[in-house]
Each structure stands twice: as C-alpha cells, then as structure tokens.
C-alpha cells in the first residue's frame, strides 16, 4: 500500500523557471514531511521539511507549501538552475517522542533543469 | 566529520549466493536505518535499531534477510541465499536520538545474476 503518492514522475524545467512537484498523504498519524535530494550514485540528502502546525515553509530558493485537509504538500524550487537536476523525494513520518520513526517515502521526481 | 560510510560500493553475485553489507554510521547516532530502494523508486524501510535493538523490522524478509548492530554502532545486513528480485540499492541511514534528520550514506548497489 503507497502511503505517499508523488507527481510527476519526470519534470524538465528551463533555467529559471519554477520547479513543482506534488505530494498527497493518507495516513493522518504523519506529523513531519520532509523532502529529500538525491544526486546519481549518492545517498538521499534532506532538502527542506514541514510540520502541520504551518501552511509554508521556506529556505531559500526552496519552499513547502502544506494543506491538511487535503492531505498534500508540495516543493516549489525557485529560478531553479542545472545545479538542482536531481531526483527529489517527499516523504512522510510519525515523530513519537524521543525519536523519529520510518520515512515513508514517495517514488520520486526526476527534475531535469536546461539552460 | 564524516558522513555514514557503507561498503562496499558496488556488489555483483549470483543468485543463491551470500551477501552481507556494512554500515559506520555517524558518530553519536543511536538510531541506524536499513533502506532498500529499487530502481527508479524510493527508499523502503528494511530495519530500524535503536541502539542494539531492532526496533522494527516489520519490513524485514527475515526468510533470507538478517540484520545485527553489535555495540550499538556498526551494523552489517545480510541476504543469503540472494534472489534476482533483491537487485537494488541497500542504504543504510543513522539519526541522533529525539532527531528527525536521517543521515542517509551511499549506499550499496547489488546486482544479483
């Protein structure tokens, strides 16, 4: 069962523009949703991360923007540039007290950005 | 200060083979993760430790699969025997304790034949 659903599968953005991809969750326990950046041959690096209590989070070029009751979050990278080609992946978890539980992760997106 | 460390990089055996990856993680980082992620995928929980204790291997095929984390630090994950469907990428991920941010390491890329 896919607790996280991502879209798209594939993204090609020219330098510049606005890159989004989009998440929607099922499990209502899911308190923390953090996005992850994977380069070719590297582990996933965690990028950015939200918790409901906010509608939007931003660092830098980079912004969450979460909706509850819809259950969706989603990334928008800004001016996004070459350096950002990457495969991004939503995840989603329960933070219990005292330490994190599983990610959940989505099936990721291969943003491509162009010159 | 170094990242986690996997090894080996890269592991090409034939089916019915063993195999067995290692996993340094963070100095300090009590919590240590096994994920797999299959090509074009995400990363799917195998086992979790806290400490030396796994504290949820749910996901775990325990038939062909085993885990162990002696000390509490190092943890080597195992296959044996190896099925062609267990081609993919094992990473092996370690938080601090009470921390959402899991350090994810590079992984190891198995090629079952």
């Known amino acids: 069962q896919q607790q996280v659903k991502q879209s798209p599968q594939s993204l090609i953005v020219q330098k510049g523009g606005i890159s989004i991809i989009n998440c929607a969750y099922e499990n209502t326990a899911f308190d923390y949703f953090p996005w992850y950046q994977q380069f070719p041959g590297k582990g996933p690096a965690l990028l950015i991360a939200i918790r409901p209590d906010v509608s939007e989070k931003k660092e830098g070029r980079f912004t969450i923007s979460f909706n509850k009751s819809a259950k969706q979050f989603s990334l928008h990278i800004m001016d996004s540039q070459p350096g950002d080609s990457a495969t991004y992946f939503c995840?989603?978890?329960?933070?219990?007290?005292?330490?994190?539980?599983?990610?959940?992760f989505g099936t990721g997106t291969r943003l491509q950005v162009t010159l | 200060e170094a990242g986690v460390v996997q090894s080996p990089r890269y592991k090409i055996i034939e089916k019915k083979q063993p195999v067995a990856f290692w996993c340094n993680p963070i100095?300090?980082?009590?919590?240590l993760y096994w994920y797999r992620q299959n090509l074009g995928q995400g990363p799917e929980l195998l086992i979790r430790?806290?400490?030396?204790?796994?504290?949820?291997d749910s996901q775990l095929p325990k038939d062909r699969f085993s885990a162990e984390r002696l000390k509490g630090v190092d943890s080597t994950l195992k296959i044996q025997p190896a099925e062609l469907g267990d081609s993919a990428v094992y990473l092996c991920?370690?938080?601090?304790?009470?921390?959402?941010?899991?350090?994810f390491g590079q992984g190891t890329r198995l090629t079952v034949v």
């Open positions: 991920a370690s938080s601090l304790p009470g921390d959402t941010e899991a350090f």
């Open positions: 100095s300090g980082h009590n919590t």
């Open positions: 995840a989603a978890t329960t933070v219990n007290t005292g330490t994190a539980s599983k990610l959940t």
């Open positions: 430790y806290e400490n030396e204790e796994a504290v949820d």
